[in-house]
């Protein structure tokens, strides 16, 4: 059972419609702050209405979000995202997914590269109105970069290393470090503990679920 935690009032409102969407979509897309990624193409798609879990993972990548217009799809990446929200139980209709930097980011020779520190600066602001809209229970940082930025929306002395899997109170709700599920992350956790990592996250989910029905 999670410890105590004072939720913001506004989140206890999971399926609440919201209608901003679109427009945060296209002001992303319109968005030129940052030189060195690709113009145009920020990947937004969240869903309709509110959602207890949200993910926070990187960029997008170039044969996966940026081609499909689908955070965490058609990708390894994405392969490996399904197989650890399986194992967290948490249907992929339950959760919505952003990324810290919108736009996919390239290196010279048009191969995915991790966002700069002034990229995913320079979106904070669609970060913090992706985090307002959806209003989640539990965020999850999936990686370093992720975490970082969520650290710089309200700081916390979370680090991947030391606090993986750990729900800690953060902004009204629960923040839990996670491994990116991109196939590098295995260097530093293996593949089988990243699964006992997110089944700790679906116990985190399913504890808060229980506790809102029994309110
Ligand atoms: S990454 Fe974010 S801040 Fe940078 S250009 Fe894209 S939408 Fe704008």
């Not at 290196?107 to 991790?114: C, E, K, V």
Request: glycine share 6%; aromatic share 6%.
């Amino acid at each position: 059972m999670l410890p105590s935690v004072e939720m913001r009032e506004s989140y206890a409102h999971a399926g609440e419609r919201f209608q901003t969407v679109p427009d945060l979509a296209g002001r992303a897309r319109a968005c030129r702050r940052c030189p060195a990624v690709v113009p145009g193409s920020a990947v937004v798609d969240l869903p309709s209405e509110t959602r207890p879990v949200l993910f926070v993972g990187e960029a997008p990548g170039r044969r996966g979000a940026a081609r499909t217009g689908r955070p965490f799809d058609g990708d390894t990446a994405a392969a490996r995202f399904a197989c650890l929200l399986a194992a967290a139980g948490l249907p992929r209709a339950e959760v919505a997914l952003t990324n810290a930097v919108l736009c996919l980011p390239l290196d010279d020779r048009g191969r995915n590269r991790r966002p700069r520190a002034a990229e995913a600066a320079a979106c904070l602001p669609f970060l913090t109105e992706v985090l307002d809209l959806v209003r989640p229970r539990v965020v999850a940082a999936l990686g370093a970069v992720a975490l970082a930025a969520l650290g710089r929306i309200e700081p916390h002395r979370l680090t991947l290393k030391e606090h993986v899997a750990q729900p800690c109170p953060w902004r009204g709700v629960w923040l839990m470090p996670l491994y990116h599920p991109a196939a590098r992350s295995a260097v530093h956790r293996p593949f089988r503990r990243q699964l006992a990592d997110w089944r700790a996250l679906g116990e985190v989910y399913r504890s808060l679920t229980a506790i809102a029905n029994f309110r």
